[in-house]
C-alpha cells in the first residue's frame, strides 16, 4: 500500500473515533475549556526562523506501522529527556493510538517535562482535534494537505489562529503547497511522499518566502545536498528514534 492510501485509512478510523470523543467531550465543552487555557505559547516558527543552521526536531513515536516495527521498553518521557540533552529545537509526539500507539498522556506528559515547542504528529481532520491539542499542550500540529479538501484547510487555518496554534503543512508534491500557499500566518511545511527526492524538495522549497521555515524528512532526504535553493535554514526532521 503506498504511504498517502495508507494515511487515508488512518485518518478515516481516526474521523470515526471523534464521533465518540464529541459524545464524551462534547464541542462546547471543550471549546470552554480551551478559552481558559493560558499556558505560555512555544514558537515553533520563530524557533525555526532564527537558526543559522539546520536544526533537529526528534519523534517520540513507539510504532512505525510502515516498516512493521515498534520500539521495545519505549518510554516517551525518557525520550523526551534525551533528545532535550541532545539540543533538540521541538518534539514532535505521535498520538495516533490505533496504528503508532500514541496516547494524549504521553503528549501532555512530554509538553510538562521540557520546555520545548510540542509538536502533536497525528491525523488531524476537523478543529475539534486543535481544541484537544491546546489542552494537551501542543504548540504545532501536523496537517496532511491531500487528506482535506479546501474547506476543510481553510477550516483548520481559522481555528489554529483562533488557538494560538501552529500549524505544519504535510506536503507530498508542489500542487500541495500551491493548496496552502494564502495560508500566510502558518508557514511551516513538512515534505513527505513515498519517494522523496532532491528535485522535488528543491522545487517546493524554493516557492516559500526567505523567511519561511521547512522541515524536511531527515529519513529519507539528505537536505544537505539540495543546492541553490534560496531557504538557508532548512530544518532536517528526524523520525527515526535512536
Not at 493560558?38 to 543552521?53: P, Q, T, W, Y
Not at 502533536?120 to 481544541?131: A, G, K, N, T
Not at 501536523?142 to 487555518?157: G, K, N, T
Request: proline share 5%.
Amino acid at each position: 500500500m503506498k504511504l498517502l492510501e495508507f494515511y487515508q485509512s488512518v485518518a478515516e478510523i481516526v474521523r470515526q473515533d471523534l464521533k465518540k470523543q464529541k459524545m464524551l467531550l462534547p464541542v462546547d465543552t471543550i471549546a470552554g475549556l480551551c478559552s481558559q487555557h493560558h499556558r505560555k505559547h512555544r514558537d515553533l516558527g520563530e524557533k525555526l526562523v532564527s537558526a543559522n543552521e539546520p536544526v533537529y526536531i526528534y519523534a517520540i513515536q513507539k510504532a512505525f506501522p510502515c516498516s512493521g516495527t515498534e520500539t521495545a521498553n519505549f518510554n516517551a518521557l525518557e525520550l523526551a529527556k534525551s533528545f532535550a540533552a541532545k539540543k533538540a529545537s521541538a518534539l514532535a509526539v505521535a498520538t495516533e493510538k490505533h496504528y503508532y500507539c500514541g496516547e494524549p498522556c504521553m503528549l501532555s506528559g512530554v509538553a510538562h517535562l521540557v520546555d520545548l515547542p510540542i509538536i502533536r504528529w497525528d491525523f488531524i481532520v476537523e478543529p475539534y482535534q486543535l481544541m484537544q491539542s491546546k489542552l494537551w499542550g501542543a504548540d504545532a500540529v501536523r496537517v496532511i494537505v491531500p487528506l482535506l479538501d479546501q474547506i476543510e484547510l481553510a477550516d483548520l487555518y481559522k481555528k489554529a489562529l483562533e488557538l494560538d496554534l501552529e500549524l505544519i503543512w504535510e506536503v507530498h508534491s508542489a500542487a500541495d503547497a500551491e493548496r496552502i500557499a494564502g495560508f500566510e500566518q502558518s508557514r511551516i511545511l513538512y515534505l513527505d511522499g513515498d519517494s522523496p527526492d532532491l528535485t522535488a524538495a528543491e522545487s517546493i522549497m524554493k516557492k516559500l518566502p526567505y523567511s519561511a521555515p521547512a522541515l524536511l524528512n531527515g529519513d529519507a532526504v539528505d537536505c544537505s545536498k539540495i543546492e541553490n535553493c534560496p531557504f538557508k535554514g532548512a530544518v532536517l526532521f528526524q523520525k527515526a528514534i535512536q
